[in-house]
């Protein structure tokens, strides 16, 4: 027979073992920043005819990557298996085929963002102008 001592016991075990399970998913996941890679690339679809890399780096130069595109309000785009596969990509050179659905998607996705900003931008200045 369980008395409720036993059981609240039990209770407290499954709660706490719950919490450890997170608190150590959440700190595999912690990413360091030496470990981290930043790819810049570059599309215009007036002169380019393919994506090309404009920068790439890991640990302080990529965080110096992130920090410019922040300060510049490029959009980011988190895909660690992708930015190590363009990492191996010499600088100045056009993305290469086998890659160029992903970056083009990835392209696209940015795109939609920047629609998706000048769209709030536009409601939000109306807004003002209303008094609203």
Not at 40 to 59: C, E
Request: proline share 5%; aromatic share 6%.
């Amino acid at each position: 027979m369980t008395t409720p001592t036993n059981r609240n016991r039990r209770l407290r075990r499954k709660e706490l073992e719950r919490k450890l399970k997170r608190k150590t998913e959440q700190l595999a996941a912690v990413e360091h920043p030496e470990d981290r890679t930043a790819i810049a690339v570059k599309y215009d679809i007036d002169t380019d005819a393919a994506p090309v890399i404009l920068a790439a780096g890991k640990g302080p130069v990529a965080e110096q990557i992130l920090k410019i595109a922040e300060e510049n309000k490029i959009p980011l785009f988190e895909d660690r298996k992708l930015a190590q596969l363009l990492s191996r990509i010499e600088l100045d050179t056009e993305v290469p085929a086998e890659l160029f659905v992903l970056v083009a998607e990835v392209l696209a996705f940015i795109f939609k963002l920047d629609q998706m900003a000048g769209k709030r931008d536009y409601f939000e200045k109306r807004t003002k102008e209303m008094g609203l």
